[in-house]
Structure formats: C-alpha cells, structure tokens
C-alpha cells in the first residue's frame, strides 16, 4: 500500500485540514520544532560554550547541524508515513516501550519548561524591573491564553513565527555593530583545534534531544498530514525547521565570538547577557530582555505542547479529547510555573538538560529507525537507505558521546 489508513481510520482530530494549506501546516510545525529549540537553555549553551572553547565552538555546530537534519528528517518522515506519534510506535514495537518513552520525554521536558519559564521571567525582569519570579507568573499566563483562545493551534503556530522573526531581528542588529572574526570562525569550524563531546552532547541534545525532537512531527500530525503523499512537506517542514534554528545558532556565536576575541569574560550566571552588554551597552542589555523573553515563551509554548502530546494515549478524539488535552497544557505549564516560582531555575540546570536531553535522543532515533522498516507500521513505504544508516550512525555517535561524557564528570 502507498498510504497509511485515512484521518477517520486513525482516530486523528481534523484540526486544520479543511481550512490550512499542507505547507502552511508544514511550516507552523517548522516554527514550532525551531522555537522549541530556541529558548533560555539554548542561549546559554551557545555562550558558555564559546566562551569555553572559543571557535572550535563552531565545529561542534557543524556537526549539530548535519545530526540535526538526519535527525529530523527521520522522524518528521516515519511519523507522517505511520500517521502515529512516537510513543505509538514505541508501543507497536514492543508493548510498554512506549510508555518509558513518554516518561522520559515528559519529565525532561517538565525541567526544561522550568528554565524556560524562568528565561521568561528573567526577560521581563531585565525590561522592567519586576522581579524573575513574578515575570515567571506573568509569562506563564500568557503561555496559558494561548492555548485557551479559540483556534488555539493557529493562534501558536502565529505565534512562534511571531517570535522568531523577533529573536533573528535582534541578532541581526547586534552582529551589524559588532566586528566579527568570520575568518577565525570559518577555519576552526572546519579544522578545529580542540574537540569537546560535552558541547556537541548538550547541543544537539538542545536542539534535536528529548521533547524537541518530536514537537515538529507531532505538530504536523495534528494538522491532519498523514501518509506518503504529504512526505514532501515533511521534509519542507524538517529542514525549514533546522535552518531556523542553525541560522539563530550561528548569528549567536559569532556575536559570542566577536566579545570573547577581545578578552571579555562572560559572566557565568548569564554569559548571553555579557555579550549584548559589551556589544550595545545599556540598549544592548534591553534587546538581550527581549530576544530572551521571546525565545521564552516560544520555546514554553513548544515544550508544553509536544510533551502533553506524549503523554496522550487517547482513542477516541472528539470535542471531549480536545478539552481534556487543552487541561493538560495549562496544567503542564503551571505546574513548571509554580516549581520556579517557589524553588528557581538554578543556572547550570540549562545546560545540563540539554546534556539529558542528548542521551534520550538515541534512544527514541533507534525506536523510530526500527519502526521504519515495520510493515505494521509503515506498510510498502521503503524509507531511503541514506537516512536508515546516517540515522544509525547518529545513534551510535551520541551514544557513545554520551557515555564519554559520563565518564568525563568522575
């Protein structure tokens, strides 16, 4: 067969098909997966990093990049053609496996969502002067309307896209001020002097680990675009999605770069501040607030979405599902509220869940690699050999990257 069973067979609620086009529902799903990247974690990581490695930082990049499309075209591909969520083809593949899928992405996502509604917060602080905590509870009401307003999947997918047009707007700006080392960069992205797994671990597991390698493919998947003839806005929507977020990657470290070349420390406890800081002074500080806020929020709003949708085994999806599913966002995010509010975000927990996040990333990437040759699930599909074994070889390498790095920490 060439198709997987229609909507109605599959029990998938007709959100948006009948009113979006399939590349509009493609590139809001893009948005999605690269501003789920895109938040306080993935700021941090990208200025400690080259505040540490300087620009050997840049390989690390290129090697995120190339596992970054690998990655998602395997999963935005096999997702399409089962017409199923991860978790579903976990189960499929070994009854249960699905579950210990779903806890593991669920609670990682629970402490990123921690950090990236204490970003937020952070950002209104540095706007106005509230404090952190309160601009924690302020964010999260505005995550919260969000997905309470009518139309709320399209009102999320302007939003992001929103937001993301914001945060390259920012980095734009600040680089155009700035003098920047693009040859350094160029050479040591290529030939590097130093390798350190750590850094490639935590920031392809920011990028593509945990929860954010699934809020593209299952957003997808609830604008209705299921089977092999929607394959090609999959991969439209895959590598929009991972230009968005390399290209923010890579405008970020080299305004990172162009402050450590001149000798300027970072500050370890926001070392995305310092570089804004030294670049526009003052007004640098105030676009720093509002890149991160809005890096905040988009990133809150993708992390709440795609880990519910992990935790959602529902059959029958009528208007009753669509209730309880909505419940379960506004309570994913305000349970991460209160958990800042009241304990904080300390600074090293971005990092280190980025970190998490990497050794996940095998883990769900073999699940879904063995679930496309799985004529259960996929059919007659033949998933392309290039990315069967390049998806493999992903597995491999941040496996034992990240046993590497366990070993590095004792």
């Known amino acids: 067969m060439a198709d997987k069973p229609n909507k109605a067979d599959l029990n998938i609620p007709d959100l948006e098909q009948p009113t979006h086009s399939p590349r509009s529902i493609a590139m809001g799903a893009a948005f999605l997966m690269a501003m789920s990247a895109v938040g306080p974690g993935f700021l941090t990581q990208t200025a400690t990093f080259t505040g540490q490695l300087g620009a050997d930082f840049g390989f690390a990049i290129l090697l995120c990049i190339i596992f970054d499309i690998i990655v998602q075209m395997n999963v935005w591909r096999i997702i399409v053609v089962s017409g199923q969520k991860a978790q579903e083809l976990a189960n499929d593949i070994l009854p249960g496996l699905g579950y210990v899928l779903s806890f593991l992405v669920a609670v990682g996502g629970l402490f990123f969502n921690i950090g990236n509604i204490g970003g937020a917060g952070l950002g209104l602080n540095v706007l106005f002067g509230i404090s952190p905590q309160n601009g924690a509870l302020i964010a999260g009401i505005l995550a919260i309307l ?86 090609k806005y999959a991969n439209e929507g895959a590598l929009t999605g991972i230009g968005i977020a390399s290209l923010v990657r890579i405008l970020l470290f080299l305004a990172c770069l162009a402050v ?151």
């Open 146 to 231: 969000i997905f309470v307003v009518k139309n709320a999947l399209t009102v999320m997918d302007r939003t992001v896209q929103i937001l993301a047009v914001i945060v390259l707007g920012i980095l734009i700006y600040v680089l155009f001020i700035m003098k920047i080392p693009y040859g350094t960069a160029i050479q040591h992205t290529f030939v590097p002097s130093k390798v350190d797994f750590y850094s490639i671990v935590t920031i392809v597991g920011g990028t593509v680990g945990g929860y954010i390698s699934f809020s593209g493919g299952h957003r997808i998947l609830e604008g209705g675009l299921i089977g092999e003839k929607n394959i």
């Open 260 to 410: 450590v070349t001149t000798g300027v420390k970072l500050a370890a406890s926001n070392p995305a501040a310092t570089v804004f800081k030294t670049a526009a002074g003052s007004f640098g500080y105030k676009f720093f607030g509002i890149l991160l806020f809005a890096a905040a929020i988009s990133s809150v709003i993708g992390c709440a979405f795609t880990s519910v949708s992990f935790l959602d085994y529902a059959v029958n999806k009528g208007s009753s599902y669509e209730r309880i599913h909505q419940a379960m966002i506004v309570g994913f995010i305000v349970v991460s509220t209160i958990i800042f509010y009241f304990i904080g975000s300390p600074a090293q927990v971005l990092v280190f869940v980025g970190a998490a996040n990497g050794f996940i990333l095998p883990i769900s990437l073999a699940i879904l690699l063995i679930a496309s040759h799985h004529k259960k699930i996929v059919g007659d599909y033949h998933h392309p050999n290039w990315l069967f074994y390049s998806g493999w070889l992903v597995v491999l390498f941040m496996a034992f990257a990240s046993i590497k790095t366990v070993i590095g920490l004792f």
